[in-house]
Nanobody, 122 residues
């Protein structure tokens, strides 16, 4: 079992930055691929990006590529999502998730955090 807790959400103006954290705990948490997803009201959960367990490989959705960066600190069992140049369309509940193999669909992730709200004002 892996437990995930996100933090760092909030309200930011368009063009601003925000950093989210995801603290992982549980058995071998640092060996999982960690993904970020988001879900806006009335929309399906959307893949944002993932990072492999070593932290050497990342993959992003086209909608955030060049603006968002995922990193991890395995010593702290924490994954980060740095979001720059935020747009109103980035407004959503953001979730971190864990899986054993790199994948960009929500159904491929076994463990999920509770989510943190990000609101970008225009």
């Amino acid at each position: 079992q892996v437990q995930l807790v996100e933090s760092g959400g909030g309200l930011v103006e368009a063009g601003g930055s925000l950093s989210l954290s995801c603290a992982a705990s549980g058995r071998a948490a640092s060996t999982y691929v960690m993904g970020w997803f988001r879900q806006a009201p009335g929309k399906e959960r959307e893949f944002v990006g993932y990072i492999d367990w070593r932290g050497g490989m990342t993959y992003y959705a086209d909608s955030v590529k060049g603006r968002f960066t995922i990193s991890r600190d395995n010593a702290k069992n924490t994954v980060y999502l740095q979001m720059n140049s935020l747009k109103p369309e980035d407004t959503a509940e953001y979730y971190c998730a864990a899986t054993l193999r790199p994948i960009d669909v929500a159904s491929g992730y076994q463990y999920w955090g509770q989510g943190t709200q990000v609101t970008v004002s225009s």
